[in-house]
């Protein structure tokens, strides 16, 4: 493999991300299955780094399930998004930071339609004022919150407690990175890397000290294809793309998966319990299962902040031995206590226990 | 193990249908290659297919399994060479002068001596 | 002798310009050749053997080096023709690079093509993993003799990929470069000769055996050097553990999608306008055609004329074409620069 050609298409796919005043959305699903994710995205934005972040209680879904699911039309979407802009415009931000991969795509494709067909921008902006009274600015910058956390990576590098090093052997540790299908897909110059090789995780694994591993199903989907999942007997469809890419991923014996989307990140962590129910394997070495982190769990695992904190636990596959690889001291037994200290019921089937 | 666990979840694992180049078996192709090497010659224009009277009234596809045979995909063959009547009329059609039915002849002899462990 | 003293400036010194300045030279005209490289020859240079009947390119090479040798040639090298104008009276004035003009009565393009850049079809990896070569990177590796991975080792599976930046909108070219399916076939068999052991597997869209003898040499291909095609895109490569080449292509008789394995993926890069050509035809105002390349003015019976007065096309500048037909090509463009010369 030869790094210059990745680099000659990680210089043609950049992006303007904006340094500072961004207007936080929140995503439907994170909130639920790895709420500790954008918790610590806002925590090290405004605390490690020292940046202006913005959330409006008024902000809501942006419907992107129900349009993926066809039961949202694209006026109504459009009109949605139109008025979290609104919202944004009236606190005087510019700036939108994504936090959820689907509201990334959901967004890019708006704002593309507006730019093709200007009378569909004029529709929304009479859609909004009629149901709303609102107006909008069309924001001047649109960022994944992957790409926020790649911008300041060496930032946060400069600031690590610990690496994603083992510190056992003192060699990197080899890790997965997984992109949305929404991320860049649709839009290449969207995505920091284009589609082909994307960097955005990339760059935070290199600078992070860890080893990127381009096996033969990196580019393949998850699987989470809102149709396949939503609907039951369709979800054999999507463990089967989990499981292709984890046969494929699986001679490299990678000791974590970092993806940077909502569905792609609850899939390939809940499909490796599913699939060991069904089939009895696991993918990681020896027997265990291989975590699967947001960019933000690992960021501030990086940054020296609580695993549990971090919301680590919530995941079905454990990240104890992930951890103890880092140099990461952490008490198993604190996992599933509550802030009073009270013990929450403990989930049963959790791999790497 | 696999019913039992489809009830818990309500759906099972799909099955793949990659034609994986790298573990199907090709033993059939070089069978038949061997005893027909006019099989060789076939550039799959269906002209054998559009004429086949077995495949009028059932998914017989002479045409498409010749590139069963290629890439090395038995299973669909198992029950594809018994389709064929042998009449040879895809013989008068083949603008490569492929000799159609002894292919189907053949492969379907390979099938036979895959399964008594003979090939 | 007719027109003995007439000048003729030839913009391009591969196969159409080399023909063309041999052609009006043997009819006494005097002919300066322009050629951006260091040698004339073009693209032909770096080329091993011919389709169909694996000719060594040497023996065309050596035709056109001959046919340039007559006194009444001037070449010139190492420089570009920048703007051609036709003025009122008839002389034709050339901007070469390095600001000099010179007069002509006729002026040629003979332009040629530049292959399409591999790189921007990002998903095959080209400049990324070890074994993703060019066409034209395997033709030197025939003028070395040897084929190998990049490791030195000898592989033991060959795809050729067709249509590699042609009939492809992605990268704006929806044209067919014409050439590319009889040299991968060409080139499978070269390949099956020199390792009877290695596999080779041709992936195309279309087998566009258009000139004489290639659908013959596709048969034989198939019936004495067991050359496999399979009809479909490839639509993405990537590395295995082992460093070898995984590709996924849809195998489109079969229906179903397929994986294979790889020790050396060939592209058979296609044909674009030159870049040169393109800078030369906007400063000079010729028309473009919607493939790019110059557009003559008629497609039937006037595909040498420019619409410019006293400005000819010769050759891969109007359209993808092979050796034969680009010589051809040439003569045709002399003969209408010598109609329009005596006409005058």
Known sequence: MKPEGKKRIWAEYQKEIPDDHFFYVRSCIRQTFFAGSEQYFLKILREDLGKDVFEDPRHTTCTGIGYHGDVVPFETIQTVVARHFALATEAGYRHIAISCVTSFGIYSEILETWKHFPETLERTREDLYKATGRTFEVPETISHTSDIIYKFRDEIARKAKYNLINVATGKPLKVVEHIGCHYS???????????????????????????????????????????????????????????????????????????????????????????????????????????????????????????????????????????????????????????DGTRLPEPANLING | MNVKQANKFGFSINRSRLIDYDTSDRKVREYVTLREPSFKLCFACGGCTATCTAGQHTSFNLRRLNTYIRRGEIEPLREEVTRCMLCGKCLLVCPRGVNTRNVVAMAAEAIRKLERNEL | MKGTQKHVIIAGGGVAGMEAAGALAEMGYRVTLVEKGQDPGGHLLQWHALFPDSRPAEEVKSY?????????????????????????????????????????????????????????????????????????????????????????????????????????????????????????????????????????????????????????????????????????????????????????????????????????????????????????????????????????GDHHYGNNLSGVSGVFYAGTCTAPMNITDTISHARAAVAETVRYLDGR
Request: overall charge neutral.
């Open chain 1, 185 to 339: 897909k649709m839009f290449p110059k969207y995505g920091i890397g284009g589609a082909e090789f994307p960097h955005v995780l990339v760059g935070m694994i290199e600078s992070w000290g860890g080893d990127v591993i381009d096996y033969p199903e990196r580019r393949h989907c998850c699987g989470f294809g809102f149709r396949q999942y939503l609907v039951q007997a369709n979800r054999g469809y999507s463990l089967f793309a989990s499981r292709k890419k984890f046969e494929s991923m699986e001679p490299y014996s990678p000791d974590m998966i970092i993806a940077n989307c909502p569905g792609c990140t609850m899939f390939m962590d809940r499909w490796q319990y599913t699939i060991n129910e069904i089939d009895g394997i696991t993918y990681g070495k020896d027997g265990q299962g291989i975590p699967v982190l947001t960019y933000e769990e690992v960021a501030g695992l990086v940054l020296g902040y609580d695993p549990w904190e971090l919301g680590l636990q919530y995941h079905n596959v454990q990240s104890l031995p992930l951890l103890e690889k880092m140099g990461i001291r952490a008490d198993p037994s604190r996992r599933f206590l509550a802030k």
């Open chain 3, 64 to 296: 056109l080096r001959k046919r340039i040798g007559n006194h009444n040639i001037t070449v010139i090298t190492g420089t570009a023709v920048e703007k051609i104008k036709h003025h009122p009276g008839g002389t034709v004035t050339v901007n070469l690079s390095g600001s000099k003009e010179e007069k002509a009565d006729a002026v040629i393009v003979a332009t040629g093509f530049d292959l399409f850049d591999a790189r921007r079809k990002e998903e095959y990896g080209y400049g990324i993993y070890d074994n993703v070569i060019t066409a034209p990177e395997l033709e030197t590796m025939f003028n070395g003799g040897r084929v190998t991975k990049a490791d030195g080792s000898v592989p033991s599976r060959i795809g050729m990929i067709h249509c590699v930046g042609s009939r492809d909108e992605k990268v704006n070219n929806n044209h067919c470069s014409k050439v590319c399916c009889v040299t991968a076939v060409k080139q499978a068999i070269e390949l099956r000769k020199m390792m009877p052991a290695c596999e080779v597997f041709c992936f195309y869209m279309d087998m566009r055996m258009y000139g004489p003898y290639y659908e013959e040499l596709y048969r034989e291909s198939q019936e004495v050097h067991n050359v496999n095609f399979i009809r479909g895109k490839v639509s993405e490569a990537s590395v295995n553990i082992n460093n070898r080449l995984v590709i996924k292509v849809e195998d489109t008789l079969a229906g179903r999608p397929l994986k294979m394995e790889l020790d050396i993926m060939v592209l058979m890069v296609g044909m674009e306008m030159a870049e040169a050509g393109t800078k030369l035809a906007v400063a000079s105002g010729f028309r473009l055609g919607i493939n790019r390349f110059l557009e003559a």
